[in-house]
């Protein structure tokens, strides 16, 4: 769309009105950062500054705690550092490097404001070089009501700055004044300081789902209070149980510059029953299993949006939460995804959303498929095959109920095995079923099936011999064992215990 053009005798007469700075510089702290956000803002612009290392601190001295971040980057010259301080020193219509992480030109000032009411930014660019210091403190422009930015740290904190000293270039940036982090309570009070420790955590978790890829690739090392790092991968590629359902891309136009190519990439995680605890735990992400479905959506592998379906009629369910999709974007698609000043925020244009609606919707569908059959058992090229439940869930209109699966063939085998009694085994499975205790299951609170009594993983060599002898049958009457181990993998409960299929092996020695 043509944009109208304002000629100069059009304009009439004009004055100039200017912000308050020390109204404005307020409204700035309001952007809805989280400490780990506004640490991840500024981890972009060290990646943008080529840093191999980053190192985050926290350290606790109650209201006067402090938080630095130090890499090894380019580091900068003195006007560049002056101008980075600037609010606004770079515009979003401006073209962007490949590796530049930046948007706006807010995000230091906005991700420090958010956290501490004085910004120091230390820099050198190499060790000829002098460092170069700047700081924004809030009370000062306030005091002042002028944009005074100061050319000192504050007191007190000269062994933070000689941390620069034994590197060639990098910057350090520290805030002081943690007002959204600290309250008054003094240093010594265990529930304050266990208050800004657990923010720790919280960012380190949240580092490493953000920076994922940085961190696999060994492009970027980050340590957060001394611990390093790890990445965390919301596609579980590296167990080789994902399913990938098939890729798609599309042709985007942006606003300016050049048609861009969007990729997208569907993923089904493996069921619980194939993976260990801590496999299932940690896959569960920083937010929990439930609310890290949905699309993620990366910019130069940089992740913006860690799940979420882009439809206000879409909500997370448990039966969906296997289903994770990566979307891959360029910085040339900033203002056609709506990428927020945070750079955690975006949504797709509006000639894309039949398109992920289509795709969410597969892969919904093909991960309720796993999540309900515990992913089945590989046969053949990769397929999947059914697993028989010995429960069939059956829903009439806004009710349901819960039936026995007679054609389980355990069930099968029985009812077909007691002719003359069947009428009153049928009876009995239906006492069953009308007699689940539904109130006392809902009672107890369970969010998700993580928290269900279930049968132990792993079982000793004694009651994996009791239970395989128990189905003995199955392996009668000249089924081959390879055969036996298929049908029994079939079936519930045996998806869920290789040890008792696997134990198929002792009836050779009866």
Same mark, same amino acid.
């Given at each position: 769309?043509?944009? &109208?053009?304002? @000629?100069p005798?059009?304009? !009439?007469? #004009?004055? $100039?009105?200017?912000?308050?700075?020390?109204?404005?510089?307020?409204?700035?702290?309001?952007?809805?950062?989280?400490?780990a956000?506004?640490?991840?803002?500024?981890?972009?612009?060290c990646?943008?500054?080529?840093?191999?290392?980053?190192?985050?601190?926290?350290n606790?001295?109650?209201?006067?705690?402090?938080?630095?971040?130090?890499?090894?980057?380019s580091?900068?010259?003195?006007?560049?550092?002056?101008?980075?301080?600037?609010?606004?020193?770079?515009?979003?219509?401006?073209?962007?490097?490949?590796?530049?992480?930046?948007?706006?030109?807010?995000?230091?000032?906005?991700?420090?404001?958010?956290?501490?009411?004085?910004?120091?930014?230390?820099?050198?660019?190499?060790?000829?070089?002098?460092?170069?210091?700047?700081?924004?403190?809030?009370?000062?422009?306030?005091?002042?009501?002028?944009? &005074?930015?100061? @050319?000192?740290?504050?007191? !007190?904190? #000269?062994? $933070?700055?000689?941390?620069?000293?034994?590197?060639?270039?990098?910057t350090?940036?520290?805030?002081?004044?943690?007002?959204?982090?600290?309250?008054?309570?003094?240093?010594?009070?265990?529930?304050?300081?266990?208050?800004?420790?657990?923010?720790?955590?919280?960012?380190k978790?949240?580092?490493?789902?953000?920076?994922?890829?940085?961190?696999?690739?060994?492009?970027l090392?980050?340590?957060?209070?001394?611990?390093?790092?790890?990445?965390?991968?919301?596609?579980?590629?590296?167990?080789?149980?994902?399913?990938?359902?098939?890729?798609?891309?599309?042709?985007?136009?942006?606003?300016?510059?050049?048609?861009?190519?969007?990729?997208?990439?569907?993923y089904?995680?493996?069921?619980?029953?194939?993976?260990?605890?801590?496999?299932?735990?940690?896959?569960?992400?920083?937010?929990?299993?439930n609310?890290?479905?949905?699309?993620?959506?990366?910019?130069?592998?940089?992740l913006?949006?860690?799940?979420?379906?882009?439809?206000?009629?879409?909500?997370?369910?448990?039966?969906?939460?296997?289903?994770?999709?990566?979307?891959?974007?360029?910085?040339?698609?900033?203002?056609?995804?709506?990428?927020?000043?945070?750079?955690?925020?975006?949504?797709?244009?509006?000639?894309?959303?039949?398109?992920?609606?289509?795709?969410?919707?597969?892969?919904?569908?093909?991960?309720?498929?796993?999540?309900?059959?515990?992913g089945?058992?590989?046969?053949?090229?990769?397929?999947?095959?059914?697993?028989?439940?010995?429960?069939?869930?059956?829903?009439?209109g806004?009710?349901?109920?819960?039936?026995?699966?007679?054609?389980?063939?355990?069930?099968?085998?029985?009812?077909?095995?007691?002719?003359?009694?069947?009428?009153?085994?049928?009876a009995?499975?239906?006492?069953?079923?009308?007699?689940?205790?539904?109130?006392?299951?809902?009672?107890?609170?369970?969010?998700d099936?993580?928290?269900?009594?279930k049968?132990?993983?792993?079982?000793?060599?004694?009651?994996?011999?009791?239970?395989t002898e128990?189905?003995?049958?199955?392996?009668?009457?000249?089924?081959?064992?390879?055969?036996?181990?298929?049908?029994?993998?079939?079936?519930?409960?045996?998806?869920?215990?290789?040890?008792?299929?696997?134990?198929?092996?002792?009836?050779?020695?009866?």
């Amino acid at each position: 769309m043509a944009r &109208s053009i304002v @000629k100069p005798s059009e304009i !009439g007469e #004009e004055e $100039e009105v200017a912000p308050h700075p020390a109204s404005l510089i307020e409204s700035l702290r309001s952007f809805g950062y989280s400490p780990a956000t506004a640490i991840a803002d500024l981890i972009d612009n060290c990646i943008t500054a080529s840093a191999s290392h980053v190192d985050v601190s926290f350290n606790w001295e109650g209201q006067n705690s402090w938080i630095t971040i130090l890499d090894d980057g380019s580091g900068m010259p003195e006007d560049t550092l002056r101008d980075a301080m600037r609010p606004g020193s770079s515009s979003p219509l401006d073209p962007r490097q490949k590796g530049d992480l930046g948007r706006f030109g807010l995000g230091l000032k906005t991700a420090s404001f958010s956290q501490a009411r004085s910004l120091t930014v230390a820099t050198k660019c190499s060790k000829a070089s002098g460092v170069a210091i700047r700081r924004w403190d809030l009370d000062y422009v306030g005091k002042q009501n002028r944009w &005074s930015l100061l @050319k000192s740290a504050p007191n !007190g904190f #000269e062994a $933070e700055l000689e941390r620069l000293s034994p590197i060639p270039h990098g910057t350090l940036v520290l805030w002081n004044g943690l007002d959204r982090i600290v309250d008054d309570r003094p240093t010594d009070d265990a529930r304050a300081q266990s208050a800004f420790f657990a923010t720790v955590d919280s960012v380190k978790e949240h580092l490493e789902m953000v920076f994922n890829r940085f961190l696999s690739k060994g492009k970027l090392e980050i340590t957060v209070n001394g611990q390093r790092c790890e990445p965390w991968d919301p596609f579980m590629l590296e167990l080789g149980l994902t399913e990938l359902l098939p890729s798609e891309s599309r042709q985007v136009t942006p606003s300016r510059g050049e048609i861009q190519t969007l990729k997208i990439q569907p993923y089904v995680l493996p069921h619980r029953s194939v993976i260990t605890a801590d496999q299932h735990k940690a896959a569960a992400g920083p937010r929990g299993w439930n609310l890290q479905q949905g699309f993620y959506l990366y910019r130069a592998d940089r992740l913006i949006v860690p799940g979420d379906w882009f439809d206000p009629a879409v909500k997370p369910e448990e039966h969906h939460k296997l289903a994770r999709i990566a979307v891959e974007i360029t910085q040339e698609l900033d203002d056609a995804f709506a990428l927020d000043v945070r750079k955690s925020s975006a949504r797709p244009p509006a000639a894309l959303r039949e398109d992920f609606r289509r795709i969410a919707k597969a892969t919904r569908a093909q991960a309720q498929d796993v999540y309900r059959y515990h992913g089945g058992r590989s046969v053949g090229q990769g397929q999947r095959t059914k697993i028989e439940p010995v429960w069939l869930a059956q829903t009439q209109g806004p009710t349901g109920q819960y039936k026995v699966n007679r054609e389980h063939d355990l069930i099968k085998y029985l009812l077909e095995g007691v002719s003359v009694a069947r009428e009153r085994l049928d009876a009995i499975l239906s006492l069953v079923e009308r007699n689940l205790p539904i109130n006392h299951i809902l009672s107890l609170g369970f969010a998700d099936e993580g928290g269900l009594p279930k049968a132990p993983s792993e079982l000793s060599p004694e009651e994996t011999r009791a239970l395989t002898e128990r189905f003995v049958t199955l392996c009668q009457n000249g089924i081959p064992q390879e055969e036996a181990r298929a049908f029994l993998l079939t079936m519930q409960p045996f998806d869920r215990f290789p040890e008792v299929v696997n134990a198929l092996e002792y009836l050779e020695d009866k």
